[in-house]
Protein backbone atom coordinates (compact mmCIF):
# COMPACT_ATOMS: atom_id res chain seq x y z
CA UNK A 1 0.00 0.00 0.00
CA UNK A 2 2.69 2.42 -0.56
CA UNK A 3 1.92 6.16 -1.28
CA UNK A 4 4.08 8.87 -2.87
CA UNK A 5 4.70 10.34 -0.29
CA UNK A 6 4.43 14.21 0.36
CA UNK A 7 6.87 17.58 0.56
CA UNK A 8 5.34 20.20 3.08
CA UNK A 9 7.39 23.75 2.67
CA UNK A 10 6.51 26.46 5.50
CA UNK A 11 8.20 29.78 3.85
CA UNK A 12 8.47 32.79 6.64
CA UNK A 13 4.88 31.51 7.70
CA UNK A 14 2.74 32.66 10.11
CA UNK A 15 -0.65 33.19 11.51
CA UNK A 16 -2.55 35.52 13.52
CA UNK A 17 -5.86 33.96 15.02
CA UNK A 18 -9.56 36.79 14.59
CA UNK A 19 -9.47 39.47 17.62
CA UNK A 20 -5.62 38.43 18.53
CA UNK A 21 -2.94 41.03 18.84
CA UNK A 22 -0.23 38.66 19.18
CA UNK A 23 0.37 35.66 16.51
CA UNK A 24 -0.08 32.27 17.06
CA UNK A 25 3.29 31.57 14.93
CA UNK A 26 4.94 33.50 12.75
CA UNK A 27 8.51 33.57 10.49
CA UNK A 28 8.38 29.66 10.25
CA UNK A 29 10.52 28.47 7.48
CA UNK A 30 10.83 24.65 7.25
CA UNK A 31 11.01 22.04 4.59
CA UNK A 32 9.53 18.44 5.63
CA UNK A 33 10.88 16.08 2.00
CA UNK A 34 9.26 13.02 0.93
CA UNK A 35 8.88 10.29 3.41
CA UNK A 36 10.69 12.65 6.38
CA UNK A 37 9.95 12.22 9.88
CA UNK A 38 9.45 14.97 11.93
CA UNK A 39 9.03 15.92 15.33
CA UNK A 40 7.89 19.51 16.43
CA UNK A 41 8.24 20.78 19.65
CA UNK A 42 8.10 23.93 21.94
CA UNK A 43 5.88 25.34 24.76
CA UNK A 44 2.22 25.86 24.96
CA UNK A 45 1.32 28.76 22.81
CA UNK A 46 4.24 28.09 20.29
CA UNK A 47 1.64 27.64 17.80
CA UNK A 48 2.50 23.98 17.09
CA UNK A 49 -1.02 22.87 16.69
CA UNK A 50 -1.77 25.83 14.30
CA UNK A 51 0.73 24.86 12.32
CA UNK A 52 -0.50 20.92 11.59
CA UNK A 53 -3.88 22.64 11.21
CA UNK A 54 -2.20 24.94 8.50
CA UNK A 55 -0.54 21.68 6.44
CA UNK A 56 -4.32 20.04 6.85
CA UNK A 57 -5.70 22.77 5.74
CA UNK A 58 -8.28 23.49 8.23
CA UNK A 59 -7.60 26.67 9.76
CA UNK A 60 -10.34 29.03 9.05
CA UNK A 61 -11.48 31.06 5.90
CA UNK A 62 -8.83 33.18 4.82
CA UNK A 63 -8.21 36.44 6.14
CA UNK A 64 -9.58 39.71 5.03
CA UNK A 65 -7.00 42.48 4.64
CA UNK A 66 -9.80 45.32 5.37
CA UNK A 67 -10.79 44.00 8.58
CA UNK A 68 -8.66 44.72 11.26
CA UNK A 69 -10.10 42.08 13.80
CA UNK A 70 -9.99 39.22 11.34
CA UNK A 71 -6.92 36.39 11.03
CA UNK A 72 -3.70 37.09 9.67
CA UNK A 73 -1.42 35.20 7.69
CA UNK A 74 2.08 36.18 6.25
CA UNK A 75 4.18 33.66 4.09
CA UNK A 76 3.15 30.65 2.39
CA UNK A 77 2.72 26.69 3.29
CA UNK A 78 2.28 24.38 0.71
CA UNK A 79 2.08 20.17 0.40
CA UNK A 80 3.81 19.49 -2.87
CA UNK A 81 3.95 22.24 -3.81
CA UNK A 82 0.24 23.51 -4.04
CA UNK A 83 -2.37 25.11 -1.00
CA UNK A 84 -3.45 22.93 1.11
CA UNK A 85 -7.27 23.08 0.72
CA UNK A 86 -6.65 22.18 -2.75
CA UNK A 87 -5.17 18.81 -1.71
CA UNK A 88 -6.77 17.64 1.18
CA UNK A 89 -6.78 13.88 0.75
CA UNK A 90 -3.18 14.77 0.86
CA UNK A 91 -2.90 14.83 4.64
CA UNK A 92 -4.31 12.99 6.93
CA UNK A 93 -4.50 14.79 10.72
CA UNK A 94 -5.36 12.69 14.13
CA UNK A 95 -5.47 14.92 17.09
CA UNK A 96 -5.41 14.15 20.55
CA UNK A 97 -9.15 13.64 21.40
CA UNK A 98 -10.18 10.18 20.44
CA UNK A 99 -13.87 11.06 20.32
CA UNK A 100 -13.64 13.97 18.26
CA UNK A 101 -12.57 12.21 15.14
CA UNK A 102 -15.32 9.22 15.55
CA UNK A 103 -18.01 10.15 13.07
CA UNK A 104 -19.93 6.64 12.42
CA UNK A 105 -21.71 3.99 14.58
CA UNK A 106 -19.94 1.29 13.75
CA UNK A 107 -16.45 0.29 12.79
CA UNK A 108 -16.24 -0.11 9.62
CA UNK A 109 -18.52 2.80 8.25
CA UNK A 110 -16.14 4.92 10.39
CA UNK A 111 -13.07 3.94 8.71
CA UNK A 112 -14.57 3.97 5.28
CA UNK A 113 -15.88 7.47 5.63
CA UNK A 114 -13.66 9.57 4.43
CA UNK A 115 -13.36 7.24 1.12
CA UNK A 116 -16.67 7.47 0.97
CA UNK A 117 -16.81 11.00 0.84
CA UNK A 118 -14.28 11.19 -1.51
CA UNK A 119 -15.96 9.05 -4.29
CA UNK A 120 -14.33 5.87 -4.11
CA UNK A 121 -15.71 2.70 -5.57
CA UNK A 122 -17.30 0.76 -3.19
CA UNK A 123 -15.54 -2.21 -3.63
CA UNK A 124 -12.15 -0.31 -3.13
CA UNK A 125 -14.18 1.36 -0.08
CA UNK A 126 -14.30 -2.11 1.94
CA UNK A 127 -11.08 -3.22 0.92
CA UNK A 128 -9.32 -0.60 2.10
CA UNK A 129 -10.90 -0.68 5.10
CA UNK A 130 -9.97 -4.44 5.97
CA UNK A 131 -5.97 -3.88 5.20
CA UNK A 132 -6.33 -0.14 7.25
CA UNK A 133 -7.82 -1.79 10.34
CA UNK A 134 -5.32 -4.94 9.34
CA UNK A 135 -2.16 -2.30 9.64
CA UNK A 136 -3.13 -0.71 12.55
CA UNK A 137 -3.65 -3.86 14.82
CA UNK A 138 -7.42 -3.51 15.37
CA UNK A 139 -8.83 -7.21 15.18
CA UNK A 140 -12.69 -6.38 15.23
CA UNK A 141 -15.79 -6.74 13.74
CA UNK A 142 -16.70 -4.30 10.81
CA UNK A 143 -20.47 -4.02 12.35
CA UNK A 144 -18.82 -3.43 16.46
CA UNK A 145 -19.95 -0.28 17.87
CA UNK A 146 -17.49 2.68 18.20
CA UNK A 147 -18.84 3.91 21.50
CA UNK A 148 -17.84 -0.04 22.72
CA UNK A 149 -13.66 1.39 22.06
CA UNK A 150 -11.35 2.42 24.25
CA UNK A 151 -9.51 5.35 23.95
CA UNK A 152 -6.50 3.69 22.51
CA UNK A 153 -8.49 1.78 20.01
CA UNK A 154 -10.81 5.17 18.90
CA UNK A 155 -6.79 6.55 17.74
CA UNK A 156 -6.09 3.73 16.23
CA UNK A 157 -9.48 3.42 14.34
CA UNK A 158 -9.02 7.38 13.70
CA UNK A 159 -5.27 6.24 12.19
CA UNK A 160 -7.20 3.32 10.07
CA UNK A 161 -9.36 6.12 8.65
CA UNK A 162 -6.52 7.98 7.46
CA UNK A 163 -4.85 5.31 6.04
CA UNK A 164 -7.48 4.14 4.02
CA UNK A 165 -7.75 7.19 2.48
CA UNK A 166 -3.89 6.75 1.14
CA UNK A 167 -2.69 10.04 2.40
CA UNK A 168 0.91 11.68 1.37
CA UNK A 169 1.20 13.05 5.19
CA UNK A 170 0.18 12.01 8.47
CA UNK A 171 0.11 14.30 10.74
CA UNK A 172 -0.16 13.92 14.57
CA UNK A 173 -1.18 16.63 17.08
CA UNK A 174 -0.28 15.10 20.71
CA UNK A 175 -2.19 11.93 19.33
CA UNK A 176 -1.34 10.07 22.58
CA UNK A 177 -2.45 13.21 25.15
CA UNK A 178 -5.16 11.46 26.32
CA UNK A 179 -4.68 8.02 26.57
CA UNK A 180 -3.71 5.60 28.94
CA UNK A 181 -0.23 3.85 29.11
CA UNK A 182 -1.27 0.75 26.94
CA UNK A 183 -3.06 3.12 24.54
CA UNK A 184 0.05 4.90 24.48
CA UNK A 185 1.84 1.84 23.12
CA UNK A 186 -0.87 1.01 20.56
CA UNK A 187 -1.08 4.33 18.76
CA UNK A 188 2.58 3.86 18.84
CA UNK A 189 2.64 1.01 17.44
CA UNK A 190 -0.29 1.59 14.73
CA UNK A 191 1.93 4.76 13.53
CA UNK A 192 5.14 3.10 13.28
CA UNK A 193 2.92 -0.05 11.13
CA UNK A 194 1.27 2.93 9.40
CA UNK A 195 4.52 4.80 8.02
CA UNK A 196 6.32 0.95 7.37
CA UNK A 197 3.19 0.03 5.15
CA UNK A 198 2.90 3.35 3.51
CA UNK A 199 6.45 5.36 3.24
CA UNK A 200 4.49 8.83 4.07
CA UNK A 201 6.14 11.50 5.76
CA UNK A 202 5.39 12.35 9.54
CA UNK A 203 4.71 15.37 11.46
CA UNK A 204 3.90 14.98 15.00
CA UNK A 205 3.28 17.27 18.18
CA UNK A 206 3.81 15.57 21.36
CA UNK A 207 5.13 17.50 24.77
CA UNK A 208 6.29 14.13 26.02
CA UNK A 209 8.33 13.91 23.03
CA UNK A 210 10.24 9.99 24.30
CA UNK A 211 7.56 8.56 22.83
CA UNK A 212 8.36 9.48 19.48
CA UNK A 213 12.24 9.43 19.28
CA UNK A 214 12.33 5.98 17.93
CA UNK A 215 10.14 7.10 14.83
CA UNK A 216 11.59 10.48 13.78
CA UNK A 217 14.60 11.33 11.73
CA UNK A 218 14.36 15.06 12.74
CA UNK A 219 13.70 17.34 16.04
CA UNK A 220 12.33 20.94 14.98
CA UNK A 221 11.74 23.28 18.56
CA UNK A 222 9.83 26.65 17.75
CA UNK A 223 9.50 29.21 20.36
CA UNK A 224 6.11 31.77 20.76
CA UNK A 225 6.38 33.67 17.53
CA UNK A 226 9.57 33.37 16.99
CA UNK A 227 9.71 30.39 14.15
CA UNK A 228 12.26 27.68 14.23
CA UNK A 229 15.40 28.02 16.65
CA UNK A 230 16.72 24.66 16.89
CA UNK A 231 16.51 21.68 14.06
CA UNK A 232 18.25 18.72 14.05
CA UNK A 233 18.46 14.92 14.57
CA UNK A 234 16.82 14.08 18.12
CA UNK A 235 20.11 13.02 19.58
CA UNK A 236 21.72 16.34 18.22
CA UNK A 237 18.93 19.03 19.16
CA UNK A 238 18.83 17.02 22.48
CA UNK A 239 22.78 17.24 23.10
CA UNK A 240 23.00 20.68 21.78
CA UNK A 241 19.54 22.28 23.22
CA UNK A 242 18.68 20.04 26.10
CA UNK A 243 18.51 23.26 28.86
CA UNK A 244 16.41 25.34 26.13
CA UNK A 245 14.26 22.63 25.51
CA UNK A 246 13.73 22.02 29.28
CA UNK A 247 12.65 25.88 29.15
CA UNK A 248 10.57 25.66 26.33
CA UNK A 249 8.43 22.94 28.21
CA UNK A 250 9.84 20.03 26.68
CA UNK A 251 9.87 17.19 28.65
CA UNK A 252 13.24 15.39 28.08
CA UNK A 253 13.71 11.72 29.25
CA UNK A 254 14.74 11.52 32.27
CA UNK A 255 13.27 14.40 33.80
CA UNK A 256 10.61 12.61 35.55
CA UNK A 257 9.63 14.47 38.76
CA UNK A 258 10.11 13.07 42.10
CA UNK A 259 7.34 11.39 44.17
CA UNK A 260 6.13 14.82 46.86
CA UNK A 261 8.09 17.24 44.73
CA UNK A 262 4.95 19.62 44.34
CA UNK A 263 3.68 19.24 48.07
CA UNK A 264 5.08 21.64 50.70
CA UNK A 265 3.87 19.08 53.24
CA UNK A 266 1.51 16.01 52.19
CA UNK A 267 -1.33 16.03 54.27
CA UNK A 268 -1.20 19.40 55.58
CA UNK A 269 -3.90 20.83 57.73
CA UNK A 270 -6.07 23.26 56.93
CA UNK A 271 -5.94 26.50 59.57
CA UNK A 272 -8.72 26.41 62.53
CA UNK A 273 -11.83 27.40 61.41
CA UNK A 274 -11.07 26.91 57.74
CA UNK A 275 -12.23 23.67 56.03
CA UNK A 276 -9.59 24.19 53.10
CA UNK A 277 -7.60 26.98 53.98
CA UNK A 278 -8.72 30.06 52.62
CA UNK A 279 -11.72 32.09 54.17
CA UNK A 280 -15.09 33.08 51.87
CA UNK A 281 -18.40 34.51 52.78
CA UNK A 282 -21.52 35.71 50.53
CA UNK A 283 -24.74 34.07 49.71
CA UNK A 284 -24.99 30.84 49.29
CA UNK A 285 -20.95 30.22 50.26
CA UNK A 286 -19.58 27.25 52.27
CA UNK A 287 -18.98 28.87 55.65
CA UNK A 288 -16.21 27.12 57.61
CA UNK A 289 -16.76 24.96 61.03
CA UNK A 290 -14.64 25.39 64.01
CA UNK A 291 -12.38 22.33 65.26
CA UNK A 292 -10.91 21.16 68.24
CA UNK A 293 -7.13 21.01 68.49
CA UNK A 294 -7.59 16.86 68.66
CA UNK A 295 -9.52 16.95 65.54
CA UNK A 296 -6.68 19.23 64.04
CA UNK A 297 -4.68 16.52 64.70
CA UNK A 298 -6.72 14.11 63.61
CA UNK A 299 -6.92 15.87 60.30
CA UNK A 300 -3.26 16.48 60.00
CA UNK A 301 -2.94 12.52 60.15
CA UNK A 302 -5.74 11.32 57.20
CA UNK A 303 -7.77 14.61 56.84
CA UNK A 304 -11.23 15.24 57.08
CA UNK A 305 -13.53 12.87 55.52
CA UNK A 306 -15.86 15.15 53.22
CA UNK A 307 -17.28 12.85 50.59
CA UNK A 308 -17.81 9.18 50.73
CA UNK A 309 -18.71 6.46 48.26
CA UNK A 310 -19.65 3.38 49.07
CA UNK A 311 -20.67 -0.12 46.74
CA UNK A 312 -21.39 2.97 44.02
CA UNK A 313 -21.96 2.53 41.08
CA UNK A 314 -21.97 4.93 37.39
CA UNK A 315 -23.51 4.94 34.19
CA UNK A 316 -23.43 7.06 31.11
CA UNK A 317 -27.24 7.98 31.07
CA UNK A 318 -30.03 5.85 32.06
CA UNK A 319 -28.98 2.53 31.28
CA UNK A 320 -25.00 2.27 30.25
CA UNK A 321 -23.99 1.75 33.76
CA UNK A 322 -20.05 1.95 33.50
CA UNK A 323 -18.64 1.53 37.32
CA UNK A 324 -19.51 -0.72 40.55
CA UNK A 325 -18.56 -1.94 43.62
CA UNK A 326 -16.29 1.80 43.93
CA UNK A 327 -15.49 2.08 47.64
CA UNK A 328 -13.60 5.45 48.08
CA UNK A 329 -12.93 8.65 50.39
CA UNK A 330 -12.34 12.37 49.52
CA UNK A 331 -10.64 14.37 52.35
CA UNK A 332 -9.27 17.21 53.02
CA UNK A 333 -6.03 17.73 52.64
CA UNK A 334 -5.46 14.65 49.96
CA UNK A 335 -5.34 14.28 46.93
CA UNK A 336 -6.92 10.93 45.25
CA UNK A 337 -5.93 10.24 42.07
CA UNK A 338 -8.28 7.93 39.96
CA UNK A 339 -6.71 5.82 37.19
CA UNK A 340 -7.35 3.00 34.93
CA UNK A 341 -8.08 2.45 31.10
CA UNK A 342 -9.60 4.16 28.97
CA UNK A 343 -13.17 3.78 28.88
CA UNK A 344 -13.54 2.21 32.10
CA UNK A 345 -15.61 5.03 33.50
CA UNK A 346 -13.05 7.25 35.20
CA UNK A 347 -14.59 10.77 34.05
CA UNK A 348 -18.13 9.29 34.98
CA UNK A 349 -16.78 8.59 38.59
CA UNK A 350 -15.56 12.10 38.61
CA UNK A 351 -18.75 13.86 37.34
CA UNK A 352 -20.64 11.48 39.99
CA UNK A 353 -18.29 13.09 42.83
CA UNK A 354 -18.73 16.00 41.37
CA UNK A 355 -22.88 15.80 42.12
CA UNK A 356 -23.38 16.21 38.41
CA UNK A 357 -24.25 12.88 37.75
CA UNK A 358 -26.60 10.52 40.33
CA UNK A 359 -25.31 7.42 41.31
CA UNK A 360 -26.70 4.51 39.43
CA UNK A 361 -26.95 2.62 42.71
CA UNK A 362 -25.00 2.66 45.83
CA UNK A 363 -24.27 5.30 48.39
CA UNK A 364 -22.78 8.70 47.32
CA UNK A 365 -22.82 11.08 51.19
CA UNK A 366 -21.18 14.54 51.54
CA UNK A 367 -20.33 14.28 55.48
CA UNK A 368 -21.94 17.15 57.49
CA UNK A 369 -18.40 19.28 57.11
CA UNK A 370 -19.29 19.88 53.46
CA UNK A 371 -23.07 19.72 53.67
CA UNK A 372 -23.50 21.59 56.25
CA UNK A 373 -27.08 21.41 56.28
CA UNK A 374 -27.95 21.54 52.47
CA UNK A 375 -28.65 17.67 52.72
CA UNK A 376 -26.30 14.56 52.17
CA UNK A 377 -26.64 14.13 48.48
CA UNK A 378 -24.52 16.53 46.03
CA UNK A 379 -26.77 15.62 43.25
CA UNK A 380 -29.59 17.13 44.19
CA UNK A 381 -27.70 20.75 45.56
CA UNK A 382 -28.70 23.76 43.51
CA UNK A 383 -25.88 25.06 41.66
CA UNK A 384 -25.03 27.83 43.71
CA UNK A 385 -24.86 25.40 46.81
CA UNK A 386 -22.84 22.87 44.15
CA UNK A 387 -20.42 25.56 43.09
CA UNK A 388 -19.91 26.27 46.70
CA UNK A 389 -18.68 23.02 47.82
CA UNK A 390 -17.58 21.38 44.68
CA UNK A 391 -15.90 22.78 41.51
CA UNK A 392 -15.20 20.38 38.38
CA UNK A 393 -13.03 20.81 35.43
CA UNK A 394 -14.48 18.72 32.42
CA UNK A 395 -12.03 16.83 30.01
CA UNK A 396 -12.89 18.88 27.54
CA UNK A 397 -12.85 22.24 28.88
CA UNK A 398 -14.62 24.58 26.59
CA UNK A 399 -17.58 22.89 27.95
CA UNK A 400 -17.59 25.19 30.67
CA UNK A 401 -16.77 28.48 29.25
CA UNK A 402 -19.55 31.07 29.64
CA UNK A 403 -17.79 34.69 29.08
CA UNK A 404 -16.43 36.55 26.70
CA UNK A 405 -12.41 37.40 27.87
CA UNK A 406 -10.32 35.15 30.00
CA UNK A 407 -10.22 37.87 32.56
CA UNK A 408 -14.45 37.76 33.11
CA UNK A 409 -14.35 33.73 32.97
CA UNK A 410 -12.10 34.19 35.68
CA UNK A 411 -14.24 36.09 37.81
CA UNK A 412 -17.56 34.42 36.66
CA UNK A 413 -17.14 31.81 40.63
CA UNK A 414 -15.75 34.44 42.59
CA UNK A 415 -18.63 36.82 41.59
CA UNK A 416 -21.77 34.33 41.74
CA UNK A 417 -20.58 33.76 45.11
CA UNK A 418 -20.19 37.39 46.50
CA UNK A 419 -16.40 37.47 46.86
CA UNK A 420 -15.14 40.94 48.01
CA UNK A 421 -11.62 40.13 46.29
CA UNK A 422 -12.80 39.04 42.99
CA UNK A 423 -10.33 41.02 40.87
CA UNK A 424 -7.14 40.34 43.55
CA UNK A 425 -7.91 36.31 42.86
CA UNK A 426 -8.06 36.93 38.85
CA UNK A 427 -4.99 38.66 38.56
CA UNK A 428 -3.27 35.85 41.16
CA UNK A 429 -4.49 33.48 38.60
CA UNK A 430 -3.56 34.78 36.06
CA UNK A 431 -0.14 35.23 36.65
CA UNK A 432 -0.24 31.77 38.33
CA UNK A 433 -0.84 29.81 35.08
CA UNK A 434 0.94 32.08 32.18
CA UNK A 435 -2.73 34.25 31.15
CA UNK A 436 -1.98 37.44 32.22
CA UNK A 437 -0.84 38.53 28.38
CA UNK A 438 -4.33 36.47 26.93
CA UNK A 439 -6.44 38.45 30.14
CA UNK A 440 -8.91 40.39 27.45
CA UNK A 441 -8.30 37.43 24.48
CA UNK A 442 -11.61 34.91 23.98
CA UNK A 443 -11.28 31.99 25.62
CA UNK A 444 -12.36 29.85 22.65
CA UNK A 445 -9.28 31.13 20.64
CA UNK A 446 -6.57 30.17 23.02
CA UNK A 447 -4.76 26.99 22.74
CA UNK A 448 -5.74 23.19 23.85
CA UNK A 449 -2.98 23.83 26.60
CA UNK A 450 -3.72 27.35 27.68
CA UNK A 451 -7.95 26.29 27.68
CA UNK A 452 -7.33 23.57 30.37
CA UNK A 453 -4.92 26.69 32.68
CA UNK A 454 -7.92 28.59 31.91
CA UNK A 455 -10.99 26.27 33.34
CA UNK A 456 -8.52 25.06 36.32
CA UNK A 457 -8.61 28.81 37.27
CA UNK A 458 -11.87 29.28 36.96
CA UNK A 459 -12.40 26.36 39.23
CA UNK A 460 -10.32 27.72 41.99
CA UNK A 461 -11.29 30.95 41.98
CA UNK A 462 -14.29 29.91 43.75
CA UNK A 463 -12.44 28.02 46.35
CA UNK A 464 -14.76 25.21 46.92
CA UNK A 465 -13.22 22.76 49.81
CA UNK A 466 -13.32 19.81 47.22
CA UNK A 467 -12.20 20.09 43.35
CA UNK A 468 -12.72 17.28 40.79
CA UNK A 469 -10.32 17.77 38.08
CA UNK A 470 -10.60 15.37 34.65
CA UNK A 471 -7.32 15.00 33.33
CA UNK A 472 -5.32 18.19 34.50
CA UNK A 473 -2.12 18.19 33.15
CA UNK A 474 -3.01 17.35 29.70
CA UNK A 475 -1.91 18.90 26.49
CA UNK A 476 0.59 21.15 28.86
CA UNK A 477 4.38 21.33 28.38
CA UNK A 478 6.71 20.66 31.52
CA UNK A 479 6.92 24.16 32.68
CA UNK A 480 3.15 24.86 32.44
CA UNK A 481 2.54 21.20 33.41
CA UNK A 482 4.92 22.13 36.82
CA UNK A 483 2.53 25.39 37.35
CA UNK A 484 -0.46 23.33 37.30
CA UNK A 485 0.97 20.47 40.01
CA UNK A 486 2.43 23.70 42.39
CA UNK A 487 -0.96 25.28 42.25
CA UNK A 488 -2.66 21.88 43.00
CA UNK A 489 0.02 21.38 45.54
CA UNK A 490 -0.23 24.53 47.03
CA UNK A 491 -4.20 23.89 47.48
CA UNK A 492 -3.84 20.38 49.10
CA UNK A 493 -1.52 21.88 51.61
CA UNK A 494 -3.77 24.13 52.85
CA UNK A 495 -6.68 21.86 53.28
CA UNK A 496 -8.20 21.43 49.74
CA UNK A 497 -9.20 18.42 48.84
CA UNK A 498 -8.81 17.08 45.31
CA UNK A 499 -9.43 14.35 42.59
CA UNK A 500 -7.75 14.05 39.51
CA UNK A 501 -8.99 11.40 36.97
CA UNK A 502 -5.21 11.16 35.14
CA UNK A 503 -3.12 8.87 33.12
CA UNK A 504 -0.51 10.76 34.35
CA UNK A 505 1.27 8.65 36.77
CA UNK A 506 3.93 12.11 37.26
CA UNK A 507 1.03 13.73 38.71
CA UNK A 508 0.49 10.99 41.22
CA UNK A 509 4.00 10.75 41.94
CA UNK A 510 4.27 14.78 42.28
CA UNK A 511 1.41 15.10 44.33
CA UNK A 512 2.22 12.18 46.74
CA UNK A 513 -1.45 11.45 45.38
CA UNK A 514 -3.70 8.19 46.71
CA UNK A 515 -4.71 6.18 44.03
CA UNK A 516 -7.46 4.19 43.25
CA UNK A 517 -7.20 2.04 39.92
CA UNK A 518 -10.90 1.61 38.28
CA UNK A 519 -11.64 -2.02 36.65
CA UNK A 520 -14.08 -4.16 35.63
CA UNK A 521 -14.64 -5.36 39.81
CA UNK A 522 -14.48 -1.91 40.98
CA UNK A 523 -12.18 0.65 42.74
CA UNK A 524 -8.72 -1.16 43.86
CA UNK A 525 -6.53 1.39 45.74
CA UNK A 526 -2.87 0.97 45.05
CA UNK A 527 -0.29 0.20 48.07
CA UNK A 528 3.05 2.16 47.67
CA UNK A 529 6.28 1.24 49.54
CA UNK A 530 6.34 4.26 52.28
CA UNK A 531 10.00 4.87 51.88
CA UNK A 532 10.49 5.04 47.62
CA UNK A 533 6.71 5.36 46.79
CA UNK A 534 7.29 2.66 44.30
CA UNK A 535 3.76 0.57 43.75
CA UNK A 536 3.83 -2.66 45.76
Known amino acids: MTTAAARITFSDWGWRYAERDAWAVRGVDLTVEPGERVAIVGPSGAGKSTLLRAVAGVLPDEPDPDDDTAAAVQGTVRVDGAEPRAVRGRVGLVMQDPEAHTVMSRVGDDVAFGCENAGIPRDEIWQRVRSALDVVGLDLALDRSTTMLSGGQRQRLALAGVLA ?175 GPNGIGKSTLGLTLAGLLRPADGVLRATPELAEGVGDVPAAWTSRQLAARIGTV ?78 PTSGQDRATWQAVLDRLGDLADTGTAIVAVTHDQDLVRALDADEVVLGAAGARPVLRDPATGVRR
Open 165 to 339: MRPGALVLDEPCANLDPSGVVQVHDAVRALLDETGCSLLVVEHRIGTWLDLVDRLVLLEPAGGVVADGTPAEVLAAHGPALTAAGVWVPGSEPERGSARRGTGTPARTGDVHGVERGGPGAFRPLAESESESESRAESGVGLLEARGLATARGRRQRVGSGIDLDVRTGRVLAVT
Open 394 to 471: FQDPEHQFVARTVREELAVGPRALGAEDVEERVDELLDAFGLAHLADANPFTLSGGEQRRLAIGTVIASRPPVVVLDE
